[in-house]
């Protein structure tokens, strides 16, 4: 596996696989890899002949009063990984690198930015596709893989590769879940014992909404109400900052629960944030 720290070198080693004509598929992450990281690689595996890993923890994406010099790291260990899954090119840019003296040049996803998570952390999905665009012009991919875990920063990711004609295909994969259903993510790390039991509160309260509406609710105020209450009995999670069905390409708020939802959660566990979601065909 080759390691490339520059992105001068980067877009040269991409290009001239391309000019070779072969497909690069890049998974885009900020380290502290676990098996969904691992999944997204070996998918790209399965449909590129190059896969080119990326790992920057980008500060552009996190808030003043946010975890940037807390956010878990594990070079040595994430090498190891996706070595170990036989990826070709591990591109391991320094802040200096990707923002170099005088950067100020910012992408702005506008309105889907600024719902859900976006509410909660202002400026995230602006950094968020501030760096996946410089991923993109860099590593010049023919496919980039995203978990649907984060599944507004893949509506955000795939509208800006429409409106900016990245040519990219973005693929987004499925969830890697616990054995009890925790949403796998590199901020459960932060949860203690006791708070990781309550974090299950997530994945229930989604599969219960899930349930509910699949035995026929229609109204969305009533699943959302029952999401919160499942998540209002763990005590350890508060606040909630949101709950509820949506729709999956606005995400707007749903009024009628009809076709294919999204349901959505964000709460607060301890020092962490965690998210979930799920999409269900009504
Ligand atoms: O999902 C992530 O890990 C990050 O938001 C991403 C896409 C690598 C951009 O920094």
Redesign the pocket.
Known sequence: MELIRIPRIMQDTCRKHLQKGRTIGLV????ALHEG?LSLIRRSRSENDVTAV?I???P??FGPSEDLSRYPRDIEGDTKKIGELEADVLFLPDDRAMYPAGFCTFLDVEKISEKLCGAFRPGHFR??AT??SK?FNITLPTRAY??QK?FQ?TVV?RRLAKDLNFGTEVVVCPTIREHDGLAMS?RNAYLTAEQRKAATALFRCLTAASQEMLSGTRTAETVREMMQDILAAEPLIAPVEYAGVYDPQTLDPAAEIKGEVLLAVAVRLGNARLIDNMLVNT
């Open positions: 885009p992450t900020m380290g990281h990326s920057f923890v980008n552009a994406q950094g968020v760096v996946v991923l995203f978990g984060d920063q990711i590199s």
